[in-house]
């Protein structure tokens, strides 16, 4: 079983921003690929940006793509999302999640991860 524990949220302006942190309990956290999901009120799961288990890959929704930037650091067993010119439409809950097929390339569905976190909340206001 893999735990993830998220950090880093927050209440922020808009064109602020924020780095999420999230933490992974396994040892073998660099098998892994892992993603970011986001959540806003009434809304469907969402999936954010993903990072593929060697950190030389990386995949993004449209929606943050040149505003948000994924990354790893599989000795610290920490993934990050660093979040810039922050929209009120991006105030969600953020999770993080873990893929253990290494062999898959990076998933946007939430069935392509096995663990998730309880997820951080983000408030963009405007």
């Known amino acids: 079983q893999v735990h993830l524990v998220e950090s880093g949220g927050g209440l922020v302006q808009a064109g602020g921003s924020l780095r999420l942190s999230c933490a992974a309990s396994?040892?073998?956290?660099?098998?892994?690929?892992m993603g970011w999901f986001r959540q806003a009120p009434g809304k469907e799961r969402e999936f954010v940006a993903g990072?593929?288990?060697?950190?030389?890959?990386?995949v993004y929704a449209d929606s943050v793509k040149g505003r948000f930037t994924i990354s790893r650091d599989n000795a610290k067993n920490m993934v990050y999302l660093q979040m810039n010119s922050l929209k009120p439409e991006d105030t969600a809950v953020y999770s993080c999640a873990a893929d253990k097929d290494r062999a898959r390339k990076i998933g946007d569905s939430i069935y392509d991860y096995d663990y998730w976190g309880q997820g951080t909340q983000v408030t963009v206001s405007s």
């Open positions: 990072i593929n288990w060697s950190g030389t890959n990386t």
């Open positions: 396994e040892r073998t956290f660099s098998n892994f690929a």
